[in-house]
């Protein structure tokens, strides 16, 4: 089994990061979707209350409730979206902090390489400067 290098390991990491993101942010856009729906249900239940519409004051009574259990609905949305924005926000610099990590150890890995080329030549050079037998004297 070949060895994985430490950016190639971080770099599925970033990658894991980025869907947890992505995921978070759809999370997010639902509860959104969701909350904008009960400010508009939220609108027409205002519309009937202030209706001068007859078969609407029959129902003040439920539209008000309703108007009650809309506000209550929307406030934890409220909440939820609050807390689903940090986690973006926290799931974002985590992938952010792996990405440098990433881009740190694949420059340690290149210089490591380059490093290595280099001490490869040095080697070269000195076997080619060495004499084949310590036994050969120079005429």
Do not use: C, W
Request: glycine share 4%.
């Amino acid at each position: 089994m070949a060895a994985t290098s430490k950016s190639k390991k971080l770099k599925r990491l970033v990658s894991v990061q980025r869907q947890l993101e992505k995921m978070a942010e759809s999370d997010l856009a639902a509860t959104t979707r969701y909350r904008h729906e009960v400010n508009e249900s939220m609108d027409v239940v205002i519309q009937a209350i202030g209706s001068i519409d007859g078969i609407h004051s029959l129902f003040t009574q439920h539209y008000s409730e309703r108007f009650g259990r809309l506000s209550v609905r929307d406030q934890q949305l409220a909440g939820i979206q609050q807390v689903q924005e940090m986690k973006i926000m926290r799931e974002r610099a985590k992938g952010d902090r792996l990405e440098e990590n990433m881009k740190e150890a694949r420059t340690l890995e290149e210089r490591g390489e380059a490093d290595e080329s280099i001490y490869d030549l040095v080697d070269q050079l000195i076997l080619i400067n060495t004499p084949a037998s310590s036994k050969v004297e120079k005429p």
